[in-house]
């Protein structure tokens, strides 16, 4: 949300803030120069443009609260994770609001809007929707997904690797991470980096990216099936691991980036450090 805030301030909009903790709402407009409400009803009389930004879970039903507390074509915009259920909610609600849903691919340390990825999941007007996310973020690169397109790349790009680094962090808990970090290589250095970043995150929104994903059980049963195969390759024929390697290297050869995979963990590195 914060981030939100400050690339829209920047771009000279003026800000309604509305939050459930009435005392947030206020010190986040105090700070930032904002008007704060105490209603959402108060909020939709004085705004054109409404932005969701709530839990995963609960952003359908806020949808389904802001239009039927509105009687003019406003405009809402929801920016959750995952599409499915917002998409629906937003197109039951098309004929009262003016839709719109998108998913900034971007982390809350961005200062400008500049060449930075938001997609745009359609869902009345694919035209006048993209026309407006133009509009509200000039210098976006845009992309444009279906709703299962999005859903099933959020199952691979967000919830299996926090899945899989939620895993790997519990490996360590009993471990002399002292003695492992000097003793890690860039590679060992690299993941600890990634895992530790999760931690950052709100538990309820990594809850939801596994959770409320229907495609990502289906992902983390693949993930969980190549590991039991993995164990059993090890208990039965070691040799066989060098194989499966070499067929993971060639099915990655076919990925533009595999070059490069070095320089970028390098670079992880370095700005990890300073």
Do not use: W
């Not at 904002?34 to 609960?58: H, K, R």
């Not at 859903?151 to 991470?177: G, H, K, Q, T, W």
């Not at 060639?250 to 490069?260: A, I, L, Y």
Request: charged share 25%; proline share 4%.
């Amino acid at each position: 949300m914060f981030v939100f805030i400050k690339l829209l301030l920047n771009q000279g909009h003026e800000l309604n803030i509305f939050d459930t903790d009435n005392s947030l709402a206020g010190n986040i407009a105090a700070e930032t120069g904002s008007s704060a409400y105490n209603s959402i009803q108060d909020l939709l009389s004085e705004s054109d443009t409404v932005i969701i930004c709530t839990p995963i879970g609960i952003t359908p039903e806020i949808i389904e609260e802001v239009s039927s507390n509105t009687s003019r074509d406003l405009r809402v915009v929801e920016i959750s994770s995952i599409k499915n259920q917002t998409v629906l909610a937003l197109e039951r609600n098309s004929e009262k609001i003016t839709p719109l849903s998108l998913h900034p691919m971007f982390g809350p340390d961005v200062d400008s809007i500049e060449g930075q990825r938001i997609v745009i999941v359609p869902v009345i007007d694919r035209d006048r929707e993209e026309k407006f996310t133009r509009e509200l973020f000039p210098g976006a690169d845009i992309m444009v997904l279906d709703a299962e397109t999005h859903d099933r790349s959020m199952a691979l790009i967000l919830s299996l690797p926090y899945f899989m680094n939620s895993v790997f962090l519990r490996c360590m808990v009993d471990e002399d991470l002292t003695l492992l970090r000097k003793m890690g290589g860039p590679t060992f250095r690299t993941q600890l980096a990634l895992a530790h970043t999760i931690l950052g995150e709100d538990p309820l929104f990594v809850e939801s990216l596994i959770e409320d994903n229907v495609y990502a059980g289906d992902i983390l049963t693949k993930y969980i099936d190549e590991l039991k195969y993995l164990r059993r390759m090890l208990k039965s024929r070691p040799k066989k691991l060098v194989e499966y390697y070499e067929e993971n290297k060639e099915e990655m050869k076919s990925d533009p980036e595999f070059s490069n995979a070095r320089h970028i963990r390098n670079l992880f590195l370095q700005e990890n450090q300073e």
